[in-house]
């Protein structure tokens, strides 16, 4: 019988990092043990056994003093071997649960941050010949931290400093660069039974695929057999199966196969099919996201693997535009999957995967100048992209305010995130590897990948070994079982070995017998460990005396010498077992715990799922409105401003045409209806703005930046900047508060209708997903009977988090309108819109709970919105003008009028056009 532990230490893998800049990927690193021949079965008797490395005894010390990680083997009195690793007990034992031993032993967090590494790409020859800057620094001192500049509103300079994990400079080779983004002590967990997710994340062309696959042409010829430009999955494919055959061929087993699939114009396509038919996601408890139809392949050896991933390669889909000839136009993801059987019986399987996911880049069409299919592949990426966004700002949001801060993560709005899911804030450990262009002409969109970035880096993630958690417990008391057989057996035979049965006064338990069995102290203190049928060649022994072996030998044999350290050592196991006891009592509460929490993690997430499920719909339906209509910022401010003018003014909006009726689902009218709390308004308001910013880049103009915050009570006030605001408070500024009307009540009302409607399209809904029990779902289905639940639906609240939620700083309390600017003569008064001013406030809704935030992606709390990555340039209008031109005709009216000029002027002043103009330039 030969050792089996794999040897290797990681200790060099960040070497050439400096100390005190070597990215944190955790404390120390992994000492894995050496391979050892046992010694010989006479040897290993009369030794002393190897004890525990972890928290129980410290290893025994080999000869020359060094401490000794051999391989023992014992044989068990059925006489199966068991085998011991780490030269100790403690390799009987199986893993503690993922929040323990596997966790320590990788250096893994029960809460784990994702960890986030930046690759400055090289200036390439487009940029060095068009005159382009470094807009990007790394450090060379310190190798986490950048420096970009970035032009700021109106040409003025926007320098930042961004803090990562890692930073690899332009100079970063790509054999740095596994070790450099710590990605050999993820292979490794996976090999344990992690899952492990690497994406890289980034601008088109900057070097993401180069980064993940190397050259991706060199890779996808069927004659490829290695290069020095190879990315990160070829040198992890390599490291991964050399550290499966290290371990030898006694270790446990490993599996690997493969599975490599791409998510095009948010379809997702089998690259290892030659059909090109589109593959649904599934949902289920257990598994989460998941695509059943992929196929996976067996990859006995590292060529089948490299098979595979070539072969995925050739069928991804590229295209060429002006930033890059090979522009990698899906999301690819190639997952390896490692299971390993462990433990005596191989009973217990561990389910380690690693994904590798090659992002399609974000593309600003007026630079790439796609057209045609191109470019609807560029608004599917970048749609995509911006879902992602999304989800990693809302999981940066609720580390932020804590758990409850966002009840709701959209992962379930693009696929990519759906297949995310488990990598962003959830149960897998998660590299990105953000890639950047250090040219001035990118400096933008550098700017965006970092803001995300460095938000990424605050998502945590709770790491979990992949393995059932029954099967985990019946095979940890399983090896306790084996565990104290083993040792009990060895003691034995280390007694037997020094034939203290012929000594004077000893009473020795047969192989049958346990006398390494912890006193009980419930039974009778007389009795003796005497098998039956076993003569003791001595007088009895009188009771009292021998109460443990030791004290046995101890009482027997005073002034024997040479047994003092036997009895040394079977007093040594008693403790041993006694702390084995203790910590399997301290495993059973962990269990149990786990156990209950986990429920109540389902439960929960089911919950969440519904009320995703309720969200989901609602926003479709505005997204669909959308859709169609935002071609052009100017559209879009035109939708936006009627939008608010149907707010204040619901009645005239719909004589002068702007509201329609509510079954065209493509109108302001429609949208209006939609957005029937603060919630949906702010979501929306986001998605709006963002689109705004992304359209309104493409024209050049006179920038001004636009605040924007929601206070609690509902109120979304839209702020100029200061400059603006001030030049807007200097202007006429008349006390003018429009004929009084709520917008809440109109609002009350609509938000009523809407209820009304939804209900019927989710009774539909429900009709329908019953009437077709095979249509292809995406959460599982609902456990009432689908009339039922939507009757229910409409008696109950609308469903919102379980958990609190802790209000933003920017929040203004309860019913307080958020502290901002406002020109003088503005309406204090929340529920009153106020025109004139460059400042509206509105109340959608007065329901209780329904809190507000600031627009997700876009705007954070009152923050420019430059922060958030994103550069809006508005110029507000604010009615201003109208409503001067408003008074003026009022008074003009007024003259001849009985009413007075001041009615009149209300009256005018409600029939402004516009309460809010946007007008979008850049
Ligand atoms: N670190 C680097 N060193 C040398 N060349 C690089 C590096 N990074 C990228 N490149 C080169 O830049 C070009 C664009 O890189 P790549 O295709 O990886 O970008 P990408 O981010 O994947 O783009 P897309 O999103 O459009 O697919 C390629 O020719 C690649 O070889």
């Given at each position: 019988m030969t050792s089996i532990i794999s040897t290797r230490s990681c200790s060099g893998e960040i070497s050439r990092w400096p100390a005190q800049a070597r990215p944190n990927f955790g404390a120390t690193q992994l000492e894995m043990s050496r391979l050892g021949t046992p010694p010989p079965r006479t040897a290993t008797r009369t030794q002393r056994p190897p004890l525990d490395h972890g928290d129980l005894p410290t290893p025994p010390r080999s000869a020359q003093g060094k401490r000794t990680n051999e391989l023992k083997i014992h044989n068990s009195p059925s006489g199966k071997t068991l085998r011991s690793q780490s030269g100790g007990i403690s390799a009987f034992l199986p893993p503690r649960t993922a929040q323990s031993s596997t966790l320590e032993q990788h250096n893994v967090r029960e809460q784990d941050n994702i960890k986030v590494v930046v690759r400055v790409r090289p200036m390439n020859e487009r940029e060095t010949t068009g005159g382009e800057t470094l807009a990007v620094q790394c450090s060379e001192s310190d190798t986490t931290t950048l420096q970009i500049n970035a032009p700021g509103p109106r040409g003025a300079s926007n320098a930042r400093q961004f803090a990562f994990h890692g930073v690899l400079p332009p100079g970063c080779r790509q054999s740095d660069v596994l070790q450099a983004c710590g990605i050999t002590q993820l292979l490794d967990a996976a090999l344990a039974g992690f899952h492990v997710t690497i994406f890289a994340y980034g601008q088109t062309g900057s070097g993401k695929t180069f980064t993940m696959s190397g050259r991706e042409d060199v890779l996808a010829l069927e004659s490829y057999a290695g290069d020095s430009d190879d990315g990160i999955v070829t040198r992890a494919v390599m490291y991964l199966y050399e550290s499966i055959n290290k371990r030898g061929k006694a270790a446990a087993p490993v599996t690997v196969k493969a599975s490599y699939c791409e998510i095009y114009n948010e379809a997702l396509y089998d690259l290892l099919k030659f059909s090109k038919q589109q593959l649904s996601v599934r949902w289920d408890a257990q598994r989460g996201f998941h695509c059943p139809d992929l196929s996976i392949k067996d990859c006995a050896g590292v060529n089948d693997l490299m098979q595979v991933i070539s072969r995925g390669m050739r069928n991804r889909r590229i295209g060429s535009h002006e930033l890059n000839l090979e522009s990698s136009r899906s999301h690819s993801i190639v997952t390896v999957y490692c299971n390993t059987a462990v433990g005596e019986d191989n009973e217990c399987a561990r389910f380690g995967k690693i994904s590798f996911v090659d992002l399609a880049g974000s593309e600003r069409v007026k630079d790439t100048h796609t057209t045609g299919e191109m470019l609807k592949e560029t608004t599917s990426i970048n749609r995509s992209l911006f879902t992602l966004g999304k989800v990693i700002s809302a999981l940066a949001e609720r580390e932020a305010g804590g758990p409850s801060a966002v009840p709701h993560i959209p992962y379930r709005d693009s696929k990519l995130t759906k297949l995310l899911m488990d990598s962003l804030g959830?149960?897998?450990?998660?590299?990105?590897?953000?890639?950047?262009?250090?040219?001035?002409?990118?400096?933008?969109?550098?700017?965006?990948?970092?803001?995300?970035?460095?938000?990424?880096?605050?998502?945590?993630?709770?790491?979990?070994?992949?393995?059932?958690?029954?099967?985990?417990?019946?095979?940890?008391?399983?090896?306790?079982?084996?565990?104290?057989?083993?040792?009990?057996?060895?003691?034995?035979?280390?007694?037997?070995?020094?034939?203290?049965?012929?000594?004077?006064?000893?009473?020795?338990?047969?192989?049958?017998?346990?006398?390494?069995?912890?006193?009980?102290?419930?039974?009778?203190?007389?009795?003796?460990?005497?098998?039956?049928?076993?003569?003791?060649?001595?007088?009895?022994?009188?009771?009292?005396?021998?109460?443990?072996?030791?004290?046995?030998?101890?009482?027997?044999?005073?002034?024997?010498?040479?047994?003092?350290?036997?009895?040394?050592?079977?007093?040594?196991?008693?403790?041993?077992?006694?702390?084995?006891?203790?910590?399997?009592?301290?495993?059973?509460?962990?269990?149990?715990?786990?156990?209950?929490?986990?429920?109540?993690?389902?439960?929960?997430?089911?919950?969440?799922?519904?009320?995703?499920?309720?969200?989901?719909?609602?926003?479709?339906?505005?997204?669909?409105?959308?859709?169609?209509?935002?071609?052009?910022?100017?559209?879009?401010?035109?939708?936006?401003?009627?939008?608010?003018?149907?707010?204040?003014?619901?009645?005239?909006?719909?004589?002068?045409?702007?509201?329609?009726?509510?079954?065209?689902?493509?109108?302001?009218?429609?949208?209006?209806?939609?957005?029937?709390?603060?919630?949906?308004?702010?979501?929306?308001?986001?998605?709006?703005?963002?689109?705004?910013?992304?359209?309104?880049?493409?024209?050049?103009?006179?920038?001004?930046?636009?605040?924007?915050?929601?206070?609690?009570?509902?109120?979304?006030?839209?702020?100029?900047?200061?400059?603006?605001?001030?030049?807007?408070?200097?202007?006429?500024?008349?006390?003018?508060?429009?004929?009084?009307?709520?917008?809440?009540?109109?609002?009350?009302?609509?938000?009523?209708?809407?209820?009304?409607?939804?209900?019927?399209?989710?009774?539909?809904?429900?009709?329908?997903?019953?009437?077709?029990?095979?249509?292809?779902?995406?959460?599982?289905?609902?456990?009432?009977?689908?009339?039922?639940?939507?009757?229910?639906?409409?008696?109950?609240?609308?469903?919102?988090?379980?958990?609190?939620?802790?209000?933003?700083?920017?929040?203004?309390?309860?019913?307080?309108?958020?502290?901002?600017?406002?020109?003088?003569?503005?309406?204090?008064?929340?529920?009153?819109?106020?025109?004139?001013?460059?400042?509206?406030?509105?109340?959608?809704?007065?329901?209780?709970?329904?809190?507000?935030?600031?627009?997700?992606?876009?705007?954070?709390?009152?923050?420019?919105?430059?922060?958030?990555?994103?550069?809006?340039?508005?110029?507000?209008?604010?009615?201003?003008?109208?409503?001067?031109?408003?008074?003026?005709?009022?008074?003009?009216?007024?003259?001849?009028?009985?009413?007075?000029?001041?009615?009149?002027?209300?009256?005018?002043?409600?029939?402004?056009?516009?309460?809010?103009?946007?007008?979008?330039?850049?």
């Open positions: 959830g149960s897998a450990l998660a590299l990105m590897v953000a890639c950047v262009s250090p040219a001035s002409n990118s400096a933008d969109e550098t700017l965006s990948t970092l803001s995300y970035a460095a938000r990424a880096k605050n998502i945590r993630n709770q790491p979990v070994v992949q393995l059932d958690a029954k099967d985990a417990a019946i095979a940890a008391l399983k090896r306790e079982v084996a565990l104290l057989r083993a040792e009990n057996q060895y003691l034995h035979e280390q007694l037997e070995s020094a034939d203290v049965t012929q000594l004077p006064g000893t009473t020795m338990a047969t192989p049958e017998g346990n006398m390494l069995a912890m006193p009980d102290s419930t039974a009778p203190q007389e009795s003796t460990v005497q098998p039956e049928g076993t003569a003791s060649p001595l007088p009895a022994v009188t009771p009292g005396q021998l109460m443990t072996p030791r004290t046995r030998l101890a009482a027997s044999l005073p002034g024997n010498k040479g047994i003092e350290p036997l009895i040394a050592r079977i007093n040594e196991a008693e403790n041993l077992l006694m702390r084995y006891s203790k910590e399997n009592e301290r495993l059973a509460s962990l269990n149990s715990r786990l156990q209950f929490r986990r429920q109540f993690v389902d439960t929960d997430y089911t919950g969440a799922l519904e009320e995703v499920d309720w969200l989901r719909h609602k926003l479709e339906r505005i997204e669909g409105a959308l859709k169609d209509q935002v071609t052009k910022p100017g559209q879009l401010a035109r939708i936006l401003s009627r939008k608010f003018d149907a707010d204040l003014h619901p009645k005239e909006a719909g004589k002068e045409g702007h509201g329609h009726s509510r079954m065209d689902g493509h109108n302001d009218s429609h949208l209006l209806h939609e957005a029937s709390n603060a919630e949906e308004l702010t979501e929306e308001l986001g998605a709006l703005l963002t689109k705004i910013a992304a359209h309104a880049r493409a024209e050049p103009g006179p920038p001004i930046s636009l605040n924007a915050t929601i206070d609690r009570a509902g109120s979304l006030t839209i702020t100029p900047e200061k400059s603006f605001a001030e030049a807007l408070s200097a202007g006429p500024s008349r006390s003018t508060t429009p004929p009084r009307m709520s917008a809440n009540s109109a609002l009350a009302r609509e938000d009523k209708e809407d209820k009304q409607a939804d209900g019927e399209s989710r009774q539909q809904a429900a009709d329908k997903f019953s009437d077709n029990p095979g249509a292809d779902r995406d959460a599982p289905a609902s456990p009432k009977a689908p009339a039922a639940a939507a009757a229910e639906e409409e008696t109950l609240p609308r469903p919102v988090s379980r958990r609190g939620r802790t209000p933003l700083a920017s929040e203004a309390p309860m019913g307080t309108t958020a502290p901002t600017f406002k020109p003088s003569g503005a309406s204090e008064d929340p529920e009153t819109p106020t025109i004139g001013g460059g400042h509206v406030a509105f109340s959608p809704t007065d329901k209780p709970g329904l809190a507000s935030r600031p627009a997700k992606g876009f705007i954070g709390g009152s923050k420019p919105v430059v922060d958030a990555g994103v550069v809006v340039h508005v110029t507000a209008k604010a009615g201003a003008k109208e409503h001067e031109e408003a008074a003026g005709d009022a008074k003009a009216e007024a003259g001849g009028q009985e009413k007075g000029p001041e009615k009149l002027l209300k009256k005018k002043v409600g029939t402004v056009p516009s309460a809010m103009n946007f007008k979008i330039d850049i």
